[in-house]
């Protein structure tokens, strides 16, 4: 037989860079779990350093009131906490992807940094739209811009998703399959964000005037549109599947009545 150092150098030179080799999926959840967190971090970091009022500002300008101060930075706690908000839920939606993920390629893994580098772009989209809430010469494009990282950050965890389906069998866990029972609320799940932040993209260039409430509206609705998403899933199957059956009931009801039918009554 081979020595181990005979086989460590076979499998050194049998190394290849084809993107479909595998990927260890630990290493993966791990640096993303990391850029994640350091994401939701500079967040707070950013609003506690430039958002807080001075207490000379607040007694001198508010008149000694601090809630009337906190009161005028109130865009900026309000970009914050729905930045805050679309960080958690892609969180959610790539832990949710990864669970059903069995293994890891080098083209899933690409994917993964691409989304993660439009993920580190959110402290951006909401320095934007927090800092031009109030100035209309430039709020449609701080928002748009910010829809812009949003949908690139959600729609590579998509391509995620459809790069594991083109090898299911070996990356995918049966309930994520094709026709597996969670298949089409991943589908809705992975495809909410994208749909969302672009459809928000465009309706801010039609109705420019009401972009900023435009753009909060996706934020806040959104986290409840994940918990009706299932609902919904649920009951479009459920639909789905009893027209089905119906209409295959009267297939069978028709098959029966030609086998009973004598040859006769069925050539006439």
Not at 17 to 28: A, G, H, I, N, T
Not at 65 to 93: M, R
Not at 164 to 188: N, S, V
Request: aromatic share 14%.
């Amino acid at each position: 037989g081979q020595r181990p150092e005979e086989e460590e150098q076979h499998r050194l030179e049998t190394f290849t860079f084809y993107l479909s080799d595998p990927l260890s999926k630990e290493r993966v959840e791990a640096f993303s779990d990391g850029v994640y967190a350091i994401v939701a971090t500079l967040l707070i970091l950013d609003i506690c350093e430039d958002n807080v009022p001075d207490p000379r500002e607040v007694q001198e300008k508010f008149h000694g009131s601090l809630l009337e101060a906190l009161n005028e930075y109130g865009p900026n706690y309000l970009a914050y906490f729905g930045s805050f908000v679309t960080i958690g839920l892609l969180w959610f939606v790539h832990h949710s992807l990864f669970i059903y993920v069995t293994k890891a390629t080098r083209l899933m893994g690409l994917l993964n940094i691409l989304s993660l580098a439009f993920i580190g772009g959110l402290p951006l989209a909401y320095q934007l739209t927090s800092e031009f809430a109030e100035k209309s010469h430039n709020e449609i494009e701080a928002i748009q811009v910010s829809c812009v990282i949003t949908f690139f950050a959600s729609i590579f965890q998509f391509a995620i998703w459809t790069t594991a389906l083109l090898h299911e069998r070996e990356t995918l866990h049966p309930f994520a399959r094709y026709g597996g029972k969670e298949h089409a609320f991943m589908f809705a799940k992975l495809a909410l964000y994208p749909c969302v932040s672009l459809g928000a993209f465009f309706l801010t260039c039609l109705l420019s005037e009401f972009s900023t409430a435009i753009f909060h509206l996706m934020q806040i609705v959104i986290p409840f549109a994940f918990l009706a998403l299932r609902i919904f899933v649920r009951i479009s199957l459920t639909v789905i599947r009893s027209v089905m059956s119906l209409s295959r009931r009267k297939v069978v009801l028709l098959e029966e009545e030609e086998a009973c039918l004598s040859p006769t009554d069925t050539f006439s």
